[in-house]
């Protein structure tokens, strides 16, 4: 499973390559527009194919979730520790999680967990250098929720990911910092695949 993260912030042409990238197979988008007001919100969403809108889940803006008829969010480590997720049990859910340790204790309620970093981050330069969460993955003991590595993956370090007992890869700068993100999803989809 390949997954990819929006970037905080508007890229030019996003929500056009975001309709490309599902066409060429990506299996889910993390919509993580912190930045952006409900209407704005709103306009980035229904740029995006409505044949898509199944696999696109929502960071942030929660409460929009009815109104875009989303049935997949996502919770930061802090929303999760501090049960804002409750009032969303009909939805399918994920969270985040930095440690091996609190991923095994996530309960069956979690559809699936971002682990990171798993390697320095592309996106968030130095953050993530000293992670030895890859090793760490080894120790995995919670089969009801999948594990999602997360943090410095690109084409050429995914296959050692997904060797390493993880259930699946999010992409974010990978992707965004590229001057071609199609280019780059296709090579990380190929790499999947054989």
């Keep these: ?13 996003e929500t056009e390559i ?6 060429e197979g990506l299996d889910l988008l993390h919509i993580r527009k912190p930045f952006i007001n409900s209407e704005e919100m709103m306009d980035f969403f229904q740029k995006i194919n409505p044949e898509f809108h199944h696999q696109l889940v929502l960071h942030n803006h929660c409460y929009l979730a009815g109104d875009l ?12 520790q ?3 997720f409750s009032s969303f049990t009909d939805k399918i859910i994920s969270t985040s999680v930095h440690d091996i340790e609190t ?3 996530l309960s069956e309620e979690w559809n ?3 682990i990171s970093p798993v390697f320095p981050s592309i996106s968030k330069k ?12 080894e120790k995995r003991d919670n089969s009801n929720v999948k594990l999602i590595a997360l943090g410095g993956i690109h084409e050429n370090n995914i296959n050692e990911v ?11 700068g990978a992707i965004w910092e590229s001057d071609n993100p199609l280019q780059i999803f296709r090579k990380c989809r190929q790499n999947v695949l054989f």
């Design 1 to 13: 499973m390949i997954i990819i993260i929006t970037p905080e912030k508007m890229v030019p042409n």
């Design 18 to 23: 975001i309709n490309v990238l599902f066409q």
């Design 69 to 80: 008829n989303m049935s997949r969010l996502h919770f930061r480590e802090i929303d999760r």
């Design 82 to 84: 501090n049960n804002l």
């Design 103 to 105: 991923f095994n204790e």
């Design 112 to 114: 699936y967990a971002f």
């Design 126 to 137: 130095g953050y993530g250098k000293d992670s030895n969460i890859l090793n760490e993955i």
């Design 162 to 172: 997904l060797n390493s007992n993880a259930d699946g890869v999010a992409l974010l």
